[in-house]
Nanobody, 117 residues
Framework: VQLVESGGGLVQPGGSLRLSCVAS????????MNWYRQAPGKERELVAG????????NYADSVKGRFTISRDNDKNTLYLQMNSLKSEDTAEYFC???????????WGKGTLVTVSS
């Protein structure tokens, strides 16, 4: 099983980034997918989640209206479009695959997003 994130980097406040997470080794379309983030000195927090079919999405209040989660089950890929980035969005962003009924949680290694002028 692998979850490989990409797309992080340094961006100015107000800018945009698109994160990607490519999954392999499991049936991607069966899993709820989530993006988490962890800022230095803080706990990991849920940013956004999307149901297995993509029809249900949820967001942390702090990112609503600025971030959009999506998935392409044909490409086994999860996305996070981040707009109007703020300094407080600076964190390591992690891709997560979850199948609660089986108690399964897979994690990627993360991609760093730094929002700074």
């Amino acid at each position: 099983v692998q979850l490989v994130e990409s797309g992080g980097g340094l961006v100015q406040p107000g800018g945009s980034l698109r994160l990607s997470c490519v999954a392999s080794g499991f049936t991607f379309s069966n899993y709820v997918m989530n993006w988490y983030r962890q800022a230095p000195g803080k706990e990991r927090e849920l940013v956004a989640g999307i149901s297995s079919g993509g029809g249900v999405r949820n967001y942390a209040d702090s990112v609503k209206g600025r971030f959009t989660i999506s998935r392409d089950n044909d490409k086994n890929t999860l996305y996070l479009q981040m707009n109007s980035l703020k300094s407080e969005d600076t964190a390591e962003y992690f891709c997560n695959a979850r199948r609660i009924i089986y108690g399964i949680d897979y994690w990627g290694k993360g991609t760093l997003v730094t929002v700074s002028s």
